[in-house]
């Protein structure tokens, strides 16, 4: 089954200079393809809707990863018991530029830039650099109400693609590089006051949020590789070259419902660039025919109401990643599960985009949607049955 993307959004997606401009246009695009009645045609019935802190907006940033994969966090100190605070998406963010660099030149520049990561990422910047509250660190200058890097990025990537180039690159380029992200967003706390107590990045990290990064896993699904076998996910921001768990299709949803169902969410990095996910109306499924196909009002009718969804194959969805028709787009995590009014079941989805859809910033993706455009999940290695632990080994 192949959807063509716009020429922008393509281009845009993968060019990590662009990466900016990319994120805004995505939501602007997929402010298209409206029902007026939408959410009129849709009757909701909660399932299970597991704690999770409020909305956020990622502002003009491709810093997706960061939104979710704290909120992940956030999420699991409630299901821990803890009183949640919000994390310091741009401390996340800003260490993992820096991380980001340092491959970036040691491999001569042959890397991915840009504001791009995966969801594992949070977990890789938590064990080496802790974490912070948010408002001990925003990112944001003054009269700033969101983030912005539209300028911050391309001169980041032009300092590394310099240093890249170079003979033999200084000792002293990080320096300039970090202090280029402190021009912009602000030194990053070295120690600060949270609730009467004084603390550092570790130690805020380790007695308030109090995660191990060592209890998650990342899990995939490709019929290229080996079942049940770790493998290195060939995406650009994969930059870390982190391993993830290869599961059959159907265990994607399994492994979401188990996690669900036992008080776990999951963080969700998916493609998001297909006429059939609409922000505006808050809805993801998988239409019978691609969108070229339909007629002037199918195309008019697609999210005024549920949809019959075709059965997604392995096949497809390898082909899918392999032609380019599924890109690592966003990434947003799993809180919830709804039934519609014909008992269909979809994922409640929240976003990062803030509150100006349907749905005050949260989303529907049905099952058959995630099977196909799923790029990868993580969640914490006790939301897998005992039968999936053992077969993965963790």
């Known amino acids: 089954m192949k959807w063509n993307k716009s020429i922008f959004l393509a281009a845009a997606l993968l060019t990590g200079v662009a990466q900016v401009q990319a994120q805004d246009n995505l939501i602007n695009a997929l402010k298209g393809n409206v029902s007026d009645n939408s959410k009129e045609g849709f009757k909701f019935t909660e399932v299970i809707n597991l704690g999770n802190t409020s909305i956020k907006d990622q502002g003009s940033s491709g810093t997706c990863w960061s939104y979710s994969g704290n909120s992940f966090l956030e999420s699991e100190m409630i299901r821990m018991g803890k009183q949640p605070v919000e994390i310091s998406q741009i401390f996340t963010a800003r260490n993992t530029y820096i991380e980001k660099a340092k491959n970036f030149v040691r491999l001569h520049g042959d890397q991915a830039q840009g504001d791009g990561g995966q969801l594992h990422d949070v977990l890789t910047i938590f064990r080496k650099y802790g974490a912070v509250p948010q408002e001990a ?32 690159p ?28 004084t603390y550092t990045p570790r130690t805020f990290a380790d007695q308030v949020v109090g995660i191990n990064p060592d209890d998650y896993v990342g899990i995939t699904s490709f019929e290229e590789h080996a079942y049940y076998k770790p493998f290195v996910l060939l995406i650009q921001d994969n930059w870390s070259f982190e391993s993830f768990y290869n ?11 188990n996690a669900l169902q036992n008080g776990y969410t999951v963080a969700w990095a998916t493609d998001v660039s297909e ?32 949809k019959a969804e075709p059965k997604i194959t392995p096949a497809q969805r390898q082909e899918a990643f392999d032609n380019y028709t599924t890109t690592d787009d966003h990434g947003m995590h799993i809180v919830g599960l709804v039934k519609d009014q014909n008992g269909k079941e979809y994922y409640i989805v929240k976003n990062s985009w803030g509150v100006s859809n349907d749905y005050k910033g949260y989303m529907y993706a049905t099952k058959e949607y995630v099977r196909y455009k799923t790029i990868s999940i993580l969640l914490h290695k006790k939301a897998l049955t005992k039968n999936l632990q053992t077969k993965l080994g963790v």
């Open 137 to 168: 660190y925003t990112g944001l200058q003054a009269g700033q109400t969101r983030n912005n890097f539209g300028e911050m990025g391309p001169l980041l990537q032009g300092m590394t693609e310099t240093i890249a180039k170079s003979k033999k």
């Open 170 to 197: 200084s000792n002293t380029w990080l320096k300039a590089f970090t202090a280029a992200m402190d021009a912009y967003l602000g030194e990053a706390p070295t120690s600060f006051q949270y609730q009467g107590k």
């Open 247 to 257: 599961v059959q299709i159907n265990d994607l949803t399994d492994i979401i419902d």
């Open 275 to 306: 006429k059939s996910f609409s922000w505006k109306n808050g809805v993801a499924f998988v239409p019978e025919k691609p969108f070229e196909q339909m007629t002037k009002e199918e195309q008019d009718n697609m999210f005024n109401g549920p």
